[in-house]
């Protein structure tokens, strides 16, 4: 599943603009699958983390605090596979992808109290983890601001989440468009890279989003079209220059 997102982002980078009218419209909406597979699984999922971290916040307020620990653990394992999936598009690193989802999850459970029962837990935590996320990337820009880099991630690809290639050749080309897309998400504006992630990557209803973002359904769509726009151009340049023309001229390779 996450391949074929993958693969999906990457066509709908290059899908050409007419000049004017639906042009917008058309590229800021998310995949209708995205929207629609699952939804009343996932809506029952969040129900039921909801249901449970509304006892454990009761259980804190009655001062049991082990018995809500013990209860917390059960979310957890509901949210740890999502969680790293997040983290990791952000930071890409399985070691401190590990470090970051265990902080959200302390983060959650300290802030439980103040979690909203009308809410879903999942929105809740999904807004702490990518602060949790964003932190430790400005943490690691001021890190390396003035270290030279040993080695140029772009044009490589990185260990994502496994995935069933049909082929060495495909699993190869997957590989490529996977790197090269990474390091165009990673040039984007934070709130554009996060409705990318979140949307596209995730396939999360642009509402919801909306929600774990603090922003309204349509400000999340403008930033879908402009991260899109923005992405095309990006690997529009890559493409450009890791297939040069022996004449010079610019080679547009097919998708």
């Known amino acids: 599943k996450h391949q074929r997102r993958i693969h999906v982002l990457w066509c709908r980078c290059f899908v050409v603009d007419s000049e004017n009218s639906g042009t917008e419209h058309k590229t800021m909406s998310p995949t209708t699958e995205f929207e629609t597979r699952g939804a009343t699984e996932l809506s029952q999922r969040a129900g039921m983390e909801t249901r449970l971290a509304t006892e454990v916040k009761q259980l804190l307020a009655d001062g049991c605090r082990a018995e809500a620990a013990k209860r917390f653990n059960a979310i957890v394992e509901l949210q740890q596979r999502r969680a790293a999936r997040i983290a990791y598009h952000y930071l890409r690193d399985p070691g401190e992808v590990d470090d970051a989802v265990q902080d959200a999850c302390l983060k959650a459970f300290v802030h439980l109290p103040s979690f909203r029962e009308d809410l879903f837990f999942e929105l809740w935590f999904t807004r702490i983890l990518v602060n949790s996320c964003l932190d ?120």
Not at 148 to 163: F, K, L, M, Y
Not at 225 to 245: E, G, M, N, W
């Open 136 to 255: 430790r990337l400005k943490a690691r820009n001021r890190r390396t601001k003035w270290q030279i880099p040993t080695d140029n991630r772009e044009g490589h690809a990185s260990d994502g989440p496994p995935s069933c290639e049909p082929s060495p050749e495909a699993s190869l080309l997957a590989k490529e468009r996977r790197a090269q897309l990474e390091a165009a998400i990673d040039r984007l504006p934070t709130r554009q890279r996060t409705a990318v992630i979140l949307v596209y990557l995730e396939g999360r209803p642009t509402r919801e989003v909306g929600a774990v973002m603090g922003l309204s359904e349509s400000t999340v769509r403008v930033h879908l079209f402009r991260a899109v726009r923005k992405l095309r151009s990006f690997l529009s340049h890559a493409r450009s220059t890791a297939f040069p023309d022996p004449l010079g001229r610019t080679v547009r390779q097919g998708i």
